[in-house]
């Protein structure tokens, strides 16, 4: 897959529909930003943008990734199997987020002990000093897990503790 070549075929079906840049991510719902850097192919859209791209533009999932159109239409096998690729990532996308909220919450939770135990001037009596003291460390642990998990540095780790465990470290 050439991403230049992708983002180029997007760009003639774009202009197919007379759309304009923006017009096109206000109908995807994403920033007009998003649309000039798929067409400049500097990156791709999500999956899930790809499919209701081929749909709307009319052309098979094959010929948008490929960048071109072909004259016979994509096996329906190979049509199907790539929807329930994409249903799936959008799955594994929903749980990742849904896991991300809850550990947010428990965090947001940690933090309102901590302002509690603060306001209250409790945080110099012993066992409330060291509640205290885990909730403020759960809360930056939160965050620094949030900021990982928002990046490109994540995928890096998953990788690498990967390894580790084919290696049996």
């Not at 991403?3 to 079906?13: D, R």
């Not at 403020?136 to 990967?162: E, P």
């Amino acid at each position: 897959m050439n991403q230049k070549k992708t983002g180029i075929f997007l760009k003639e079906l774009r202009k197919e529909r007379s759309l304009t840049q923006e017009q096109l991510a206000e109908l995807l719902g994403v920033s007009n930003r998003s649309v000039s850097r798929w067409e400049n192919g500097v990156n791709m859209p999500d999956f899930d943008l790809v499919i209701e791209m081929a749909n709307y533009f009319e052309v098979s999932i094959e010929e948008f990734l490929d960048g071109e159109r072909r004259s016979e239409m994509a096996d329906k096998k190979t049509e199907e199997t790539i929807l329930k690729v994409a249903e799936y990532e959008s799955s594994e996308k929903m749980r990742f987020s849904r896991r991300l909220h809850c550990i947010f919450l428990a965090a947001i939770a940690a933090f309102g002990i901590y302002a509690v135990i603060e306001m209250k001037g409790l945080a110099s009596a012993g066992i409330y000093g060291n509640i205290a003291d885990f909730s403020l460390g759960l809360v930056l642990g939160v965050l620094i897990l949030g900021a990982l998990s928002t990046s490109r540095y994540m995928v890096k780790i998953q990788a690498f503790k990967k390894r580790l465990l084919r290696k049996g470290i």
